[in-house]
């Protein structure tokens, strides 16, 4: 008999019929961005996931884009991403400036392996609440070696190899520059060191 690897001809009993009228009546009215059409889609689907709010896209590319800009995601973010997926899901991230970064597959669900993933977290997790409490202070913090040498484009050139592992690299990705320069007051150290204990929760 034989089986085909996949068959997108077949349909539901009816569909075609509705499908076909509703192209010709979508083609009368132009209705084919925004309208009655799509209104009443957003409706449906907001009603059927329980939320108040749905935006219907062309693709999951464009749907994947939105939540990134939703959430802020933006130049130097760093985004987590299965490296089993389709190209959208990696080409999401680009297109909002944001830097991907794939996560291995776990062998037992072929899913993301989480313990990987959590690896992959822990440098930056305590970084990023650090920023947040020394931008609200008003205290200036910079990454003065935000790449290995191995990773700069003018190096590659001239590089001969490279031994070790990862150190640098990660390092790079997780450690956190703090004001330090001729002529800082006490008053500055100690705003500084106090924003690190709260951090901390020493304070």
């Known amino acids: 008999m034989g089986v085909p690897f996949i068959d997108i ?32 889609l957003e409706k449906s689907l ?3 996931c329980e939320v108040a709010h749905t935006v219907s896209c062309a693709n999951g590319t464009d749907a994947l884009q939105l939540a990134l800009r939703a959430v802020g995601v933006g130049r130097g973010d760093k985004v ?3 490296d089993s997926t389709f190209w959208a899901t990696f ?3 680009v297109n909002v400036n944001g830097d991907p970064y794939t996560v291995d597959t776990d062998k037992a669900d072929l899913q993301m392996n989480f313990s990987d993933f959590e690896k992959a977290i822990e440098p930056n997790a305590e970084r990023t609440k650090l920023e947040a409490i020394l931008k609200e202070a008003g205290i200036g913090f910079g990454n ?6 191995t990773d700069q484009p003018g190096a590659k050139e001239f590089q001969k190899g490279r031994f070790g592992k990862e150190n640098a690299r990660e390092i790079s990705s997780s450690v956190l520059n703090l004001p330090l320069f ?10 500084v060191i ?5 951090h901390l929760g020493k304070n």
């Not at 083609?27 to 009443?40: D, H, L, N, R």
């Not at 003065?144 to 040498?149: E, H, L, Q, T, V």
């Open 91 to 93: 080409e999401a991230v």
């Open 144 to 149: 003065i070696y935000p790449g290995s040498m």
């Open 80 to 82: 987590l991403l299965p």
């Open 182 to 191: 001729p002529y800082m007051t006490e008053a500055e150290f100690s705003e």
């Open 9 to 40: 001809k077949r349909f539901e009993t009816g569909f075609l019929d509705e499908w076909t009228e509703k192209v010709s009546s979508l083609s009368k009215t132009a209705s084919f961005i925004g309208g009655p059409e799509v209104a009443g």
């Open 46 to 48: 907001s009603e059927y």
């Open 194 to 198: 106090s924003a690190v204990k709260r």
